[in-house]
């Protein structure tokens, strides 16, 4: 094993002897560090077909006790961290993620409520760290329903600014439109074994 | 990078397996693709569709150009550097529980594969789309160790169920409709798993569905997923998975025992890298702002077991080609196919290799050496328009490693002597003068098709009509024109 190591990197050393350095410019838009704008965020969400609503705080247990509601959800998780606030007129059981739901258990249930660590406006993306409020990976992705809250300070301009706000070391997912393919015929179609229903609330 | 020029040697110390045997030359097969209306049909639909997505979105990032000019050069940093690069990801993908592999060739990373996922007891291990695990036919290598690898991927699966070979690097079922794919669908799966709906339509909705319930069972018991990657960051030992239908969250997320097969050139020095490649990579693929579902992880995640085999594969020869390693900044976005003119004819079974259209016709004879009909063919499987430098993310001057290429490949006798007798002729004007007389007055005996092993040439070709008087003589004769 490590004799392909060195093998490889022998050759490697080889191959580019001698070839001179390359400067990387940066001429392109860094991270703005300006706010991303709810507008553009909810338009681009909408591309892909999400559910998207925007409330303010004190809206928040009623929209989300609704979505869940029209969706007709009887069980759903939700992650530790998630603001108890926010899940207070909710009718439907709560399941915990501690301990860690299996994925045969998470399969059972009709959706999932999260929070996220940043948000993309220019491409729609939400991105979770599993952080407080998000749980494991498999949560949001094993129910087909995925209920996502965004708060307005989260939400950044573009790739470049949620690149800057994230840790490389925490498991990231990005996440942006429920489940799609375009492997037939190159059509997006929307649903395959991610969520097929991805609803976001913006408080602003 | 440029400097010294060392050349790789033309015949490789061993050959590089890339998915698929070195069969018939090229142009063979693509007259035989071409006879395919059908394949045709869709593909000229197909390429056509993501093209239009690809320019709209591209168009409406006012930064591209900018982008495009830093993803080339990180890139080219990263192979100028890629010795101490790969140490680096090693360390940090160490540092955070993983354990790092290298592999030389395909066969040695099969083997250290099956050997991981032996030492798991299990039998059975779902995959995650790659280029990289097709390139080394991880599928037929494991079942010798009596493993079998589900491919979870829609368009892959349309692949596996079909006995097919993939024909596109992003969508390696382009070549087949929605009719045909119902058809492999409710045929085939049964034999693989969960059989597909009684009454299973053509709407690609409702076969993404059956996609989806085949698949699901699957995803909840298998204990050891296998993967590719898109980016490895050195600095933070993050690696990057984008995707769309979920399959990948599936694979990445769910099993105890992940196993990442990762090119040595997939490695990013820094975490920032990510902020171009982000932007680059989704628009250019898939035609999207970002595609659905991005994963990175570092090491081993949520108590699952991680392992990185770093794979060469042929890429360190292709390293040490001055005009040709830039072939190695390939992200594998595919616009290149998309826009081909000679893709959109033959689809990608023609180029017999899991890497088609423009950027394979650079890569394969690269890889896997220029000893087989076929693989010295590919340098001419282009009309050298361009159109495939233009489109890509990363700025690979496709067409000018094409003609280098060509000038490397040997030439057939006939065209060497015919190159050798027009440079006897050109080289003197007043033996081009008297050549040019002798050719009028026989121009009348002139064949329409040239006989022998020259025929090859005007298959595809008009032989020109010699004209009755050469333009030197018509100016002596009328002064030009004024007489």
């Known amino acids: 094993m490590s004799r392909s190591r060195d093998l490889i990197l022998a050759r490697v050393r080889r191959a580019v002897a001698g070839v001179p350095d390359v400067e990387v410019p940066r001429a392109y838009r860094g991270p703005s560090g300006t706010p991303g704008e709810i507008r553009l965020f909810e338009e681009r969400l909408r591309d892909y077909r999400a559910v998207v609503h925007v409330v303010d705080e004190a809206g928040v247990p009623e929209r989300v006790a609704r979505s869940l509601a029209e969706r007709g959800a009887r069980r759903v998780a939700v992650p530790g961290g998630f603001p108890a606030a926010w899940t207070a007129a909710v009718r439907a059981e709560r399941v915990a993620d501690e301990p860690p739901p299996t994925a045969a258990a998470l399969d059972a249930l009709d959706g999932v409520l999260t929070t996220c660590a940043v948000a993309v406006a220019e491409t729609g993306t939400i991105v979770m760290d599993a952080g407080p409020g998000q749980g494991r990976r498999a949560l949001s992705l094993v129910p087909d329903y995925h209920l996502c809250v965004v708060r307005a300070g989260q939400i950044v301009a573009g790739v470049p600014d949620a690149v800057a706000r994230l840790d490389p070391l925490r498991p990231l997912t990005w996440i942006s439109g429920p489940s799609a393919t375009s492997d037939i015929e190159l059509n997006r179609v929307e649903g395959v074994h991610g969520p097929r229903t991805l609803e976001v609330l913006i408080v602003a | ?483």
Not at chain 2, 201 to 213: K, Y
């Open chain 2, 1 to 483: 990078m440029s400097a010294e020029r060392p050349r790789s040697p033309e015949r490789p110390e061993s050959v590089t397996f890339l998915g698929m045997p070195a069969t018939r030359p090229f142009p063979r097969n693509a007259a035989r693709a071409v006879r395919d209306s059908q394949l045709r049909f869709n593909l000229r639909k197909a390429t056509r569709t993501i093209r239009a997505r690809r320019a709209s979105v591209v168009a409406e990032v006012p930064d591209w150009a900018a982008l495009r000019e830093a993803g080339r050069a990180i890139k080219d940093h990263t192979l100028r550097n890629l010795d101490r690069y790969l140490v680096q990801l090693e360390e940090a993908v160490t540092a955070a529980g993983g354990h790092v592999h290298w592999a030389a060739d395909a066969d040695e990373a099969n083997e250290i594969v099956a050997g991981l996922v032996k030492a798991t007891g299990e039998t059975e291990v779902v995959k995650v789309k790659s280029m990289v695990t097709q390139e080394i036919g991880i599928n037929e290598a494991l079942l010798d160790h009596g493993i079998t690898a589900y491919e979870t991927d829609l368009a892959e699966l349309i692949v596996q169920l079909g006995d097919d070979r993939p024909s596109h690097i992003l969508v390696p079922a382009i070549h087949r409709n929605r009719a045909e794919i119902r058809e492999i669908f409710a045929g085939r799966m049964a034999g693989w798993g969960r059989p597909a709906p009684e009454d299973l339509t053509d709407d690609p909705a409702a076969l993404a569905e059956a996609a989806r319930l085949h698949l699901r069972e699957r995803f909840l018991k298998t204990k050891v997923a296998i993967s590719g990657a898109n980016f490895a960051i050195a600095e933070t030992g993050t690696l990057v998975v984008l995707e769309s239908e979920g399959n990948g969250r599936m694979c990445l997320t769910l099993p105890t025992t992940l196993i990442s097969v990762v090119g040595i050139e997939k490695v990013l020095p820094s975490w920032r890298d990510l902020e171009v490649f982000l932007q680059l990579l989704p628009r250019s693929s898939t035609g999207e702002r970002m595609n659905p579902y991005t994963s990175m992880w570092a090491g081993a995640t949520e108590g699952q077991e991680f392992h990185l085999v770093l794979l060469d594969n042929g890429r360190t020869r292709v390293l040490a080609d001055e005009v040709g390693r830039q072939a190695l900044r390939c992200i594998r976005c595919s616009a290149c196919l998309n826009v081909c003119p000679v893709y959109e004819r033959t689809g990608g079974h023609a180029y017999g290799s899991v890497y088609p259209g423009p950027i394979g016709a650079i890569l394969t004879p690269q890889l896997r050496g220029m000893g087989s009909e076929l693989d010295r063919s590919l340098p001419y499987a282009s009309s050298l328009c361009g159109a495939c430098y233009d489109v890509c993310p990363v700025a690979i001057d496709i067409p000018s490693v094409l003609v280098d290429l060509r000038a490397r490949a040997p030439h057939p006798w006939p065209e060497r002597a015919g190159m050798a007798a027009a440079g006897w002729v050109l080289r003197r004007s007043g033996r081009l003068a008297r050549m040019q007389r002798i050719g009028g007055r026989l121009r009348n005996l002139a064949p329409r098709r040239l006989p022998g092993p020259l025929a090859a040439w005007t298959d595809t070709r008009d032989l020109p009509e010699v004209p009755r008087e050469s333009f030197r003589d018509w100016w002596d004769r009328t002064d030009g024109g004024r007489r």
